[in-house]
């Protein structure tokens, strides 16, 4: 009787998206530091708007491109291309260009890094016993509120992000809503400093990029943590109390 089980995928080819990301990031990090830079940004402004009025659309498409690829290859830059997206198209449209263009970036990783051994590592966590179990049975009981926070936590890198999610066993379309979501203040507010790089160049200076912590942008993302944190909290005490 001929065996009908399928035969196991072979393990480096699972984790051969990753390789790619990792080599890619490396190279990267090495040859583009000095590319994907505030000052290179400065350098090159009057081609780059002179490019977008004579070919909006191309440029539109360019830059998202862009956008996805040192996202997906975790390359050097993230806050450049978001400063950029600001200065070439507004707040509106360039946030909404961001945040599509770094949606569809970190679902690339999400996804490398699932199939890679997300999948796996979660099916041994699922399968363990004690503390281990526990805590992901808890994150699994508050998988929407877990992935705003992680989102909207300033301090959280968006890379970690990306991956932490890949091993939990997180449906794709709770992160790829989470994730669009979850960065849009964030976005918005680097992007809006990018449309004012208008006036910062004309001074010779440098975007301010710790506005993000003035105390009238991160109470409010502040509070956003808190009221995505807040079922944790609710299903902590229930826990406590055996309800």
């Not at 526990?134 to 300033?154: A, E």
């Not at 918005?188 to 993000?212: C, D, H």
Request: hydrophobic share 55%; net charge positive; charged share 15%.
């Amino acid at each position: 009787m001929t065996d009908m089980t399928e035969a196991p995928a072979n393990p480096l080819l699972k984790k051969l998206p990753l390789i790619i990301i990792g080599i890619v990031a490396a190279l990267g990090a090495f040859f583009l530091r000095d590319y994907l830079t505030f000052e290179a940004l400065a350098e090159n402004r009057e081609a780059l708007l002179g490019f977008r009025d004579a070919n909006y659309l191309l440029t539109v498409f360019v830059f998202i491109a862009a956008y996805v690829v040192i996202v997906a290859f975790s390359l050097p830059g993230a806050t450049i291309a978001t400063l950029t997206g600001g200065f070439l198209f507004a707040t509106f449209p360039g946030a909404l260009f961001n945040i599509t263009a770094a949606t569809i970036g970190a679902t690339a990783i999400f996804l490398a890094a699932r199939w890679g051994f997300g999948e796996s590592l979660g099916k041994k966590l699922e399968g363990s016993e004690g503390s281990v179990k526990k805590i992901k049975d808890g994150i699994n009981q508050n998988q929407w509120s877990m992935l705003f926070l992680i989102r909207l936590v300033p301090a959280v890198p968006f890379f970690l992000a990306n991956l932490i999610p890949s091993f939990l066993s997180v449906p794709l379309h709770r992160f790829v809503i989470s994730t669009f979501l979850g960065i849009i203040p964030g976005t918005v507010v680097y992007t809006s400093v990018g449309a004012g790089l208008g006036e910062v160049f004309a001074r010779g200076e440098t975007p301010n990029l710790g506005i993000i912590f003035e105390p009238q942008i991160i109470f409010p993302i502040i509070g956003l943590c808190v009221l995505a944190a807040l079922p944790i909290a609710i299903n902590a005490i229930r826990g406590k109390k055996g309800l």
